[in-house]
């Protein structure tokens, strides 16, 4: 009974422990940048780009296609990473970067996992999640993590006036 006792006081302890630890660094919880044009700028442009993954499609009902993935100036999984917004008005002949989404350039905070939604109304939404990224942040367990979403009223707008990005809700979203 003993032994139970002190493996509940120390299963108690760690979990205090780990969440202090991971509620030092708030900056997750800071508004992405948006950058506009970002091929304009070199530190985003594709030629820069060292890592992409997880895309996402959209198309409008009049045929504007909407895609998001995220990247980085590093190869891989990091605090680098930064979520791409582009657009085409051509199926898809020729397409244009729009936005970049980036917390803080080159960390802790890593925006990764966008996904791009158009509601029946024609309401575009891109959501993506921020966390510290860190050794002991590995497995997002929520502490350090959140979702993330931006809403544009007209979908079929090829250059719409891009509104506040709203943290919508702690750790991740599983599709």
């Not at 992405?32 to 820069?48: A, D, G, H, R």
């Not at 895309?55 to 296609?65: E, F, H």
């Amino acid at each position: 009974m003993m032994n139970l006792k002190v493996c509940y006081l120390l299963l108690i302890t760690t979990m205090l422990h780990n969440l202090c630890l991971g509620q030092r660094d708030k900056t997750f919880l800071d508004q992405p940048k948006l950058i506009k044009n970002p091929s304009s700028v070199e530190y985003y442009s594709p030629e820069n780009r060292k890592f992409t993954g997880i895309s996402s499609l959209a198309v409008s009902p009049k045929g504007r296609m909407w895609a998001t993935w995220y990247s980085g100036i590093t190869p891989g999984e990091d605090a680098n990473n930064y979520v791409v917004v582009s657009t085409s008005g051509d199926n898809g002949q020729t397409w244009e970067e729009v936005l970049v989404l980036d917390s803080d350039k080159q960390g802790p905070v890593r925006a990764f996992d966008p996904e791009i939604w158009i509601d029946p109304a024609g309401k575009l939404w891109i959501f993506w999640s921020q966390s510290i990224h860190k050794e002991m942040d590995k497995h997002y367990d929520g502490i350090n993590t959140g979702v993330w979403v931006l809403t544009i009223d007209d979908a079929e707008e090829s250059n719409p006036t891009w509104p506040t990005p709203k943290r919508i809700v702690d750790g991740i979203m599983h599709v």
